[in-house]
């Protein structure tokens, strides 16, 4: 179980280091598939050009599993009103996410939920509801010019 | 005493010649990803006059309201991309676009290709360098361009190097740059160029200054049938930081778009 652990950690901590430092998703992650962890986060780091988490999650047989999330950088983040204190080491945290194509235990962020209900949306969802703020105020202005 | 009046000829010279950023010093400093918006979301990377036409006859159909506006957005990304492909020549076309498994910066951790980079997302940092040279340094892969202002040719010989030659003007409030000599790389739109690619890129300070537009000329005999244009918006960011890049490592395992693995 032991090397398991460590097998699956050091694959974790490479992929970690393989993708975030040139951006690449489809030829890692299946945007098709989501999955749904629930652990004890342990590391939230803010940065760019991806923000990273890591989470121990626990199974039936008390066996843990570090998982690796990953999200936008903190530039696109920060937008949106992140901050390096949005998700604190410690927390119990629920998040899905798109999974990896080998299975591995890392996920591209799409939803954590915490056990008093609230959750936090990656910056494209924050972002949509902008856009589709501006949108409306143009459509208006469209109509008031008619 | 005549090597006192040459230097003082020289120096007479050297002040009297107008600085790189006299007047022109809007340019210099932080950029980055644009603002909120539909028309940052559609040019963050890069886009075209296609795509911006099209999202603006989206908008202004009143049909399209209960539409979500990512739909717009990805159905103006997909008439550039119509663009992008009608511009392509034949042999490209076939295999277009490449698997991004394939990417050398993904697959090998190059950094971009000079002119994938000059549209990559996040920041540009413009610093002049003496009163001849401007560096323009970009946060994806922190690599740095040198663009000389003294109208200097490309030297004989020039070896094509991955950012290329660089020639830079103000034309007005606009500054020009011409790069040729880039060595083949995957552009943006992922188009695979040749080393015959020439690009001449415009930079203009939005209305309100705090953007900047770039809108670029792409030419390569090899790739394009004939000449891409192509636009890129960024935010004036004072307050962000470029971060280095210094723990790239290849992947392990990479997922090809056909299904298999290697």
Same mark, same amino acid.
């Given at each position: ?12 901590v ?24 629930d ?14 988490? &890591? ?7 008390g ?6 999330v ?12 992140? &901050? ?15 999974? &990896? ?9 799409k ?24 949108r ?11 | ?36 918006s ?7 990377g ?10 603006? @006859?989206?908008? +202004? ?31 490209l ?8 498994? +394939? ?36 946060? @994806? ?15 004989t %010989? ?22 040729? %000599?880039?060595a083949?790389?995957? %552009? ?12 001449v ?17 792409l030419? +390569? ?19 962000? @930081?470029?971060a280095?890049?210094?723990?790239? @490592? ?13």
């Open positions: 179980m032991t090397r398991n652990y460590l097998l699956a950690l050091a694959v974790a490479l992929a970690v280091r393989s993708v975030s430092a040139h951006h690449a998703f489809s030829p890692v992650y299946d945007d098709k598939r989501t999955v749904t962890i652990g004890v986060v342990t590391e939230f780091r803010f940065v760019n050009p991806h923000s990273m988490m &890591t989470i121990e999650v626990r199974d039936e047989s066996a843990v599993t570090r998982w690796v990953e999200f936008a950088g903190r530039l696109n983040l920060s937008e949106v009103g992140w &901050t390096a204190n949005s998700i604190r080491a410690g927390e119990k945290v629920s998040v899905t996410g798109n999974p &990896t194509w080998e299975k591995m235990p890392r996920l591209f962020f939803r954590l939920v915490r056990p008093d209900g609230s959750e936090l949306l990656p910056g494209a969802a924050q972002r949509d509801s902008a856009l589709e703020a501006e409306r105020q143009r459509a208006q202005e469209r109509d008031r010019r008619k | 005493m005549a090597s006192r009046v040459l230097i003082l000829l020289l120096l007479i010279v050297a002040l009297a010649r107008p600085s790189l950023a006299q007047g022109k010093r809007w340019i210099e400093g932080m950029w980055s990803d644009p603002p909120v539909m028309i940052g979301s559609l040019c963050a890069h886009c075209s006059d296609v795509a911006l036409n099209a999202l603006n @006859e989206l908008l +202004d159909d009143p049909r399209n309201d209960s539409r979500p506006v990512q739909q717009l957005l990805q159905t103006a990304a997909a008439r550039h991309d119509a663009y992008v492909r009608a511009h392509l020549v034949p042999e076309l076939k295999t277009y676009p490449p698997d991004p498994a +394939d990417d050398p910066s993904f697959l090998n951790c190059e950094p971009y290709a000079g002119a994938r980079q000059m549209f990559s997302r996040h920041q540009l940092q413009v610093t002049p360098i003496g009163r001849d040279r401007l560096e323009l340094r970009y946060g @994806e892969w922190d690599q740095r361009r040198t663009v000389y202002m003294d109208g200097r040719a490309k030297p %010989g020039y070896t094509p190097s991955r950012l290329g030659f660089s020639v830079g003007r103000w034309d007005g409030n606009a500054l020009v740059i011409a790069t040729s %000599g880039l083949p790389g995957w %552009g943006p739109d992922n188009i695979l160029y040749s080393d015959q690619m020439q690009i890129e415009r930079y203009t300070r939005g209305e309100d200054g705090k953007t900047l537009w770039l809108t670029a000329t030419t +390569d005999p090899k790739a394009l049938r004939e000449p891409i244009v192509l636009k890129k918006l960024w935010r004036w960011a004072p307050e962000s @930081e470029i280095p890049v210094v723990d790239c @490592e290849k992947p392990t395992s990479v997922h090809r778009r056909d299904g298999t693995t290697r």
